[in-house]
């Protein structure tokens, strides 16, 4: 009998997914562009209608045993489904490069005699070895290192949270010329964006570990509650990095914490931990393109190839990056969603003839390419009410659904 995932271990996995240098910077980046009482409804919506998304896309895989990607042939049919694994694989390829990069600045920053491309190099070796050992193998060494990475983040957040701003200049990151006027400030909905966008960046893979839990419903809620919490955690280190005066720098921040060794400890275990999932699920992904590539092999090989992406400079195009990701994958979460939890009875139905079958597959993925160019669109405006993200995810769920009632009231 196959070994099941319990509640701990889904909630240490994914507690670790969002302590990331990635998830401190766009902290960073609301807290250095934002007035002082603006950013924190925004902000906690963004996660708990992120984190909510996440469960839900969580327990599809969950409940019917299968991996992320492979979740979605059941609405995009089997061609469709291998164009958002092809996607997703190159998708995390490029995630891996820039937390990658990401990792290697903030350590090139605490001045170690390391070049940025040898760290970069060690940083994919790391991840790749944990990739090659494996989840389950290394399921205690994994405990053992969030209990510390959680104990050293607990201390540099009281230390940060304990000094005074030291410019004089800034209150929340944001500075007196900012506040006049000169500097133009992040809108509600540009806030709620750059704190959506992280959860949504997970959607396509966290069924990669939640097919194989115990307890679907509680193991899949501890996962989303578990990334929530933490990603929030990261998010307002962030904004009180972004307001202490130190340029906005992850390492200054740790240094001027006086956090030598084990600011050097944060930084590479949040990096690797991260980094493990992302490779792990691009090998998941590959499977679901061709099934008899080794996920293993694939999550080592994506592993490797980030090195000489970090090193090409991905990391300059992080939040274009993180924009991307979700125009392509909240509208197909939403198709997803529709198709699972309301459009059982029209799943059904379209299966029993190919052309059915077919004209069920084709709007789905038309659902889904509304979205992703209604969210192209409304990135492109500034501060559009919803915000890109939830304007696409209504317009794609709204035209699966439709086809659900139609569908419906063809049967009755």
């Given at each position: 009998m196959e070994k099941r995932t319990g509640l701990f271990s889904n909630g240490i996995i994914w507690f670790g997914v969002a302590i990331s240098v990635s998830e401190i910077e766009a902290g960073i980046e609301i807290g250095a562009a934002s007035a002082p009482g603006s950013l924190w409804l925004p902000l906690i919506l963004g996660h708990v209608l992120g984190g909510i998304l996440l469960f839900f896309v969580g327990l599809i895989g969950a409940r019917v045993r299968l991996n992320a990607m492979e979740t979605t042939s059941s609405t995009f049919g089997k061609y469709?489904?291998?164009?958002?694994?092809?996607?997703?694989?190159?998708?995390?390829?490029?995630?891996?490069?820039?937390?990658?990069?990401?990792?290697?600045?903030?350590?090139?920053?605490?001045?170690?005699?390391?070049?940025?491309?040898?760290?970069?190099?060690?940083?994919?070796?790391?991840?790749?070895?944990?990739?090659?050992?494996?989840?389950?193998?290394?399921?205690?060494?994994?405990?053992?290192?969030?209990?510390?990475?959680?104990?050293?983040?607990?201390?540099?957040s009281v230390k940060l949270f304990g000094l005074d701003n030291t410019s004089g200049t800034t209150v929340a990151g944001v500075t007196a010329g900012a506040a006049a006027g000169s500097v133009a400030l992040l809108g509600f909905w540009n806030i709620f964006e750059i704190s959506i966008a992280m959860p949504i960046s997970w959607l396509p893979v966290i069924s990669d570990y939640t097919k194989d839990v115990e307890n679907p419903v509680k193991a899949t809620a501890v996962s989303a509650a578990a990334y929530t919490f933490a990603s929030l955690w990261?998010?307002?280190?962030?904004?009180?990095?972004?307001?202490?005066?130190?340029?906005?720098?992850?390492?200054?921040?740790?240094?001027?914490?006086?956090?030598?060794?084990?600011?050097?400890?944060?930084?590479?275990?949040?990096?690797?931990?991260?980094?493990?999932?992302?490779?792990?699920?691009?090998?998941?992904?590959?499977?679901?393109?061709?099934?008899?590539?080794?996920?293993?092999?694939?999550?080592?090989?994506?592993?490797?190839?980030?090195?000489?992406?970090?090193?090409?400079?991905?990391?300059?195009?992080?939040?274009?990056?993180?924009?991307?990701?979700?125009?392509?994958?909240?509208?197909?979460?939403?198709?997803?969603?529709?198709?699972?939890?309301?459009?059982?009875?029209?799943?059904?139905?379209?299966?029993e003839n190919r052309a059915?079958?077919?004209?069920?597959?084709?709007?789905?993925?038309?659902?889904?390419?509304?979205?992703?160019?209604?969210?192209?669109?409304?990135?492109?405006?500034?501060?559009?009410?919803?915000?890109?993200?939830?304007?696409?995810?209504?317009?794609?769920?709204?035209?699966?659904?439709?086809?659900?009632l139609v569908v419906s009231r063809r049967a009755s």
């Amino acid at each position: 009998m196959e070994k099941r995932t319990g509640l701990f271990s889904n909630g240490i996995i994914w507690f670790g997914v969002a302590i990331s240098v990635s998830e401190i910077e766009a902290g960073i980046e609301i807290g250095a562009a934002s007035a002082p009482g603006s950013l924190w409804l925004p902000l906690i919506l963004g996660h708990v209608l992120g984190g909510i998304l996440l469960f839900f896309v969580g327990l599809i895989g969950a409940r019917v045993r299968l991996n992320a990607m492979e979740t979605t042939s059941s609405t995009f049919g089997k061609y469709g489904s291998r164009f958002f694994a092809a996607l997703n694989v190159f998708q995390l390829l490029a995630w891996v490069a820039v937390l990658n990069a990401q990792g290697a600045a903030a350590l090139a920053g605490l001045n170690l005699p390391i070049s940025f491309p040898l760290t970069c190099i060690i940083l994919a070796v790391l991840i790749a070895i944990w990739v090659f050992v494996g989840l389950k193998r290394s399921a205690n060494v994994t405990t053992v290192v969030m209990a510390a990475l959680a104990i050293l983040l607990a201390i540099l957040s009281v230390k940060l949270f304990g000094l005074d701003n030291t410019s004089g200049t800034t209150v929340a990151g944001v500075t007196a010329g900012a506040a006049a006027g000169s500097v133009a400030l992040l809108g509600f909905w540009n806030i709620f964006e750059i704190s959506i966008a992280m959860p949504i960046s997970w959607l396509p893979v966290i069924s990669d570990y939640t097919k194989d839990v115990e307890n679907p419903v509680k193991a899949t809620a501890v996962s989303a509650a578990a990334y929530t919490f933490a990603s929030l955690w990261m998010y307002i280190l962030g904004i009180e990095i972004a307001g202490i005066g130190v340029n906005n720098s992850i390492a200054q921040a740790i240094l001027l914490a006086g956090l030598g060794i084990p600011g050097i400890i944060i930084v590479v275990l949040s990096t690797v931990t991260t980094n493990f999932l992302a490779a792990n699920s691009a090998g998941e992904s590959s499977k679901a393109i061709y099934g008899k590539i080794n996920p293993k092999i694939a999550g080592v090989v994506v592993s490797l190839l980030s090195a000489a992406l970090a090193i090409s400079g991905i990391m300059e195009h992080y939040i274009s990056f993180l924009y991307l990701i979700a125009s392509v994958f909240a509208p197909m979460a939403a198709v997803l969603l529709v198709s699972f939890y309301f459009g059982k009875a029209s799943t059904v139905n379209a299966g029993e003839n190919r052309a059915e079958s077919l004209a069920f597959w084709l709007w789905n993925l038309f659902a889904w390419l509304a979205g992703f160019a209604v969210y192209q669109v409304a990135e492109r405006l500034d501060s559009v009410p919803l915000g890109p993200t939830l304007l696409a995810v209504i317009v794609s769920a709204a035209f699966a659904y439709g086809r659900v009632l139609v569908v419906s009231r063809r049967a009755s």
